[in-house]
Structure formats: structure tokens, C-alpha cells
């Protein structure tokens, strides 16, 4: 049986950022985050390595062992870091 949750896990005004970070996670095939997300975002590997500590997420993780939960927290700091790369 399947509910339907009251309201998105992820808020519409976030919905596209959140599925581009996602898409470049599983844009590789059984590798770890950082070089999907580094290619995919199109930042370094040493600030994708960043993002992901201040996320609390494993530099070993792979995009299939994140829950939506750690992608939105993920998503969160990579706000953070690309407002600063811009700036």
C-alpha cells in the first residue's frame, strides 16, 4: 500500500536545483560523489570534496547510499558554496 505524503519532500521553489544535484550524482555509473558532482556541477573535486564534508556525507558515498534527507542537506550547502564562488 502506498500513501501519499501531505505535502513534497522537496519545495517547489527548490525542485529544479535539487534534481540537477541529483541527476549529476547518479551521472556515473557505481563511482563515488566526488567526480559525478564535480563534473555535473562543474565545480573541483577538491570543493565537491568540501561540499560534502560540511554536508556531514562521506567522501566515499556513493549517489545511491544518500537518503533525500542528506540531499537536501546536500543541496543546502551547495547553495552556500555557489553564492560564494560567485561572489
Known amino acids: 500500500i502506498m500513501h501519499r505524503r501531505p505535502s513534497p519532500m522537496v519545495d517547489e521553489s527548490l ?6 544535484l541529483v541527476k549529476a550524482g547518479f551521472s556515473a555509473k557505481r563511482q563515488k560523489l566526488r567526480s559525478p558532482l564535480a563534473g555535473g556541477l562543474r565545480l573541483s573535486k577538491s570543493t565537491v570534496e568540501e561540499l560534502l ?6 567522501a566515499d ?27
Not at 544518500?66 to 553564492?83: N, P, R
Request: no cysteine; aromatic share 10%; charged share 30%.
Open 15 to 20: 525542485r529544479a536545483a535539487f534534481f540537477q
Open 53 to 58: 564534508k560540511q554536508a556531514n556525507i562521506s
Open 61 to 87: 558515498s556513493r549517489a545511491e547510499d544518500l537518503e533525500i534527507s542528506q540531499w537536501l542537506t546536500l543541496l543546502d550547502k551547495y547553495d552556500i558554496i555557489k553564492d560564494n564562488l560567485a561572489s
